[in-house]
């Protein structure tokens, strides 16, 4: 029957992909949980260590960062480099597995983690962030750390936990469990000791009270303590110090461990890159990865799609920022502050189920800080007008805006415009960048999402 199952899976894979209908990287896996609901954990077995990394923020890019390190040194390795991250995209990655790949680097759904954790068993654990996303689907976020909790609770021993502890939520739940490091960032001038209003985890976990911040970074991540009860941030096994931003073309920094300090370079834009660059170094570390090969795969790295993507276009280089909640948007508008340079913009909202149903974040999102740093700006997706609206009563000057609801509208506007919109940098949200590099893959100026390695 098993044997039956996977050959059905694999069909199915392979007919969506010879009908243009997507990469096959759920349907397989979908169709072979459905034939064989244990089958996942069967799989998963075949492997002799598999790492998950989890957050709301910087999965994809992280494991991507992980596959690359370990890609330089000839680790064979299976990955939902397609950022499938649900059951059904992870039993389509293993149902592709070669016999040699014995090593699991998967990225996973928040919502997802509590339940595939038991079932993947994994050797490496890391979560790096939580923030306040798609609450019609995830709910407000102390229920998504009280299910991190129960999980973490029941973990074994021998898991190796690895925290990002500079959230506070998460240093906490690290506590919980005897296997852990911690990672975060040390002092730097990138920090600010203001909260943005939009910042989610302020209250101690132990007592509730409110956090006192030395050093915040991106929404509430920072250095923290507790008035009241003591709590504070943890003892770093791996500090990220000397960073330096290089505008929108990467950043470099350093590494430092209880033995040593290793420079680092990342070709991605933004401090969000620094710790995505931060949790890959702790997570190869884990894994008995060479510095040297965590070096060069880190540096050579290319964008993940969507993710710090540039494509060419009728004359115009675009710039890809997926901005899907607050916090993600918020340091994305950062990223942008680091160049000198006016700015054409693109902002695409849609409300789509993968997007999150309420759209009402795009007003936790401070797009004000840069509107003197827009040259022009163009709105599009789903909720356009709703988007527009946010911008009009913040006084954006409406003569300075550019109304193109649909994909096709707003590629038509770029190609039009390609004689002044030669570099332009898009904010879109998930469903909304997909579209956009559907249609750039139809006409040849990028590869489908699912084809990304």
């Given at each position: 029957m098993r044997y039956i199952a996977l050959s059905i899976a694999k069909a199915a894979g392979w007919i969506s992909r010879a009908?243009?209908?997507?990469?096959?990287?759920?349907?397989?896996?979908?169709?072979?949980?459905?034939?064989q609901p244990h089958i996942l954990s069967e799989m998963a077995k075949e492997l002799e260590k598999i790492t998950i990394i989890s957050a709301t923020n910087g999965k994809t890019t992280s494991a991507r960062m992980v596959s690359h390190s370990a890609n330089e040194s000839g680790i064979s390795f299976v990955s939902n480099t397609s950022g499938a991250n649900l059951p059904s995209g992870i039993t389509t990655a293993l149902l592709r597995r070669d016999p040699d790949e014995k090593f699991g680097i998967f990225e996973v759904d928040e919502a997802a983690?509590?339940?595939?954790?038991?079932?993947?068993?994994?050797?490496?654990?890391?979560?790096?962030?939580?923030?306040?996303?798609?609450?019609?689907?995830?709910?407000?976020?102390?229920?998504?750390?009280?299910?991190?909790?129960?999980?973490?609770?029941?973990?074994?021993?021998?898991?190796?936990?690895?925290?990002?502890?500079?959230?506070?939520?998460?240093?906490?739940?690290?506590?919980?469990?005897q296997n852990v490091e911690f990672f975060g960032l040390g002092l730097t001038h990138y920090g600010s000791e203001t909260i943005d209003h939009a910042s989610d985890s302020l209250h101690c976990q132990k007592c509730d009270h409110l956090l006192n911040f030395q050093q915040v970074t991106i929404g509430h991540l920072g250095h923290w303590n507790c008035p009241k009860c003591g709590e504070q941030r943890p003892e770093l096994t791996f500090t990220g110090t000397n960073i330096n931003l290089n505008e929108l073309n990467g950043s470099k920094f350093t590494?430092?461990?209880?033995?040593?300090?290793?420079?680092?370079?990342?070709?991605?834009?933004?401090?969000?890159?620094?710790?995505?660059?931060?949790?890959?170094?702790?997570?190869c570390t884990a894994n008995g990865i060479a510095t040297s090969n965590i070096q060069k795969g880190l540096s050579t790295l290319s964008a993940a799609f969507g993710r710090n993507e540039i494509i060419n276009f009728a004359g115009t280089e675009m710039m890809l920022l997926l901005a899907k909640n607050p916090a993600g948007a918020n340091q994305n508008l950062r990223t942008l502050l680091l160049s000198e340079e006016k700015i054409d913009l693109v902002v695409s909202l849609n409300d789509r189920t993968a997007?999150?149903?309420?759209?009402?974040w795009i007003w936790d999102v401070d797009y004000e800080m840069i509107f003197d740093q827009i040259a022009t700006l163009t709105i599009s997706g789903d909720r356009a007008y709703d988007l527009a609206l946010r911008f009009y009563y913040s006084d954006f000057p409406t003569t300075n805006m550019h109304i193109v609801p649909s994909v096709g509208e707003l590629?038509?506007?770029?190609?039009?415009?390609?004689?002044?919109?030669?570099?332009?940098?898009?904010l879109p949200t998930y469903t909304a960048m997909l579209d956009l590099r559907s249609q750039l893959s139809k006409v040849g100026a990028t590869n489908s999402f699912w084809e990304d390695q």
């Open positions: 009908l243009g209908r997507g990469g096959g990287t759920t349907l397989p896996g979908l169709i072979l949980l459905k034939l983690l509590p339940e595939l954790v038991p079932q993947l068993r994994p050797t490496v654990l890391v979560l790096m962030n939580l923030f306040r996303d798609q609450l019609d689907r995830y709910g407000e976020l102390e229920a998504t750390i009280q299910k991190w909790k129960e999980m973490i609770e029941s973990l074994p021993e021998t898991t190796k936990l690895i925290i990002n502890a500079d959230d506070p939520a998460l240093a906490y739940l690290g506590s919980l469990h590494v430092v461990s209880r033995s040593h300090s290793i420079d680092l370079q990342v070709p991605l834009a933004g401090l969000h890159n620094v710790y995505n660059g931060l949790a890959a170094f702790s997570i997007d999150g149903k309420d759209i009402s590629l038509t506007h770029l190609k039009d415009s390609s004689e002044s919109l030669q570099k332009v940098v898009i």
